[in-house]
């Protein structure tokens, strides 16, 4: 019984590894180390509408910063839009704490709701993370291919 206790309570953890995925993305400023999205189990990462997608970025800060700055932009039909209904302020209910100091390891995670009224598409979506202030340096940003189901 003690082996079947340890091996069920192993299930969710292994469910999770197949869910989330790194993904490979292009930078677009400071210094990503890695990218994963869940769910995902192929690239582009098919994210069904009326669902959830956790983007977790691994990324080094690049500056000091009192507050960070979140923006996701889609492009679609050669324009960059921006992603609706977005919560700005990286820092407030997130897992990093602000202030933010020069050159330390960030863990990024944001969740992102698919919305059923937006376009079967597949698309670039970029990703940038900036300090909130008169400076507005990017700590980080990637772009990576999405596609919404």
């Known amino acids: 019984m003690n082996r079947l206790s340890s091996f069920l ?34 690239e582009p990462c098919e994210i069904p509408k009326g669902q959830s997608a956790v983007i977790s970025v691994h990324c080094v800060s690049n500056a000091n910063a009192e507050k960070l700055r979140l923006s996701v932009w889609a492009e679609i039909a050669g324009m960059e839009l921006p992603y609706p209904g977005m919560k700005r302020d990286a820092c407030n209910g997130k897992n990093v704490t602000c202030p933010v100091k020069e050159n330390v390891d960030l863990h990024y995670t944001q969740t992102f709701q698919v919305k059923k009224f937006f376009p079967s598409v597949q698309t670039t979506a970029r990703f940038n993370l900036k300090t909130n202030d008169d400076q507005d340096k990017v700590i980080c940003c990637f772009k990576a291919p999405v596609k919404v189901v």
């Open 9 to 42: 309570f192993l299930i969710p953890a292994l469910v999770c590894l197949v869910c989330s995925k790194q993904i490979a993305f292009e930078p677009c400023g400071g210094v990503v180390k890695s990218v994963s999205v869940e769910p995902c189990n192929k």
